[in-house]
């Protein structure tokens, strides 16, 4: 469970940290849950602290393999 695997095709990763949170914001709010994993797999390579967000998001959308890789690497960005 170790290894998290990237969606390759994430368009998100070329706009403003900035634009990432607030789209990420909306689609979180609008419960558009493979939207908020691209933003959270672009926000995340800028804010490690995110780790632990994009792991609620894989568990909601069903991806236990993701979510726990995702959640064993918000607990090596920060251990407590």
């Known amino acids: 469970f170790g290894t998290y695997h990237f969606n ?10 900035q634009q990432k949170q607030s789209l990420l914001n ?5 419960r558009n849950i493979k939207e908020a994993i691209l933003l959270a797999e672009a926000l995340v390579l800028e804010s490690p602290a995110v780790w632990r967000l ?3 998001l894989q568990q909601a959308n069903e991806m ?10 918000a607990i ?3 251990p407590n």
Request: glycine share 4%; charged share 25%.
């Open 64 to 73: 236990d393999a993701q979510a726990l890789a995702a959640f064993y690497k």
């Open 76 to 78: 090596d960005h920060d």
């Open 8 to 17: 390759i095709n994430n368009h998100y990763r070329s706009i403003s940290t």
């Open 26 to 30: 909306e689609a979180i709010e609008s």
């Open 54 to 56: 994009l792991g609620h």
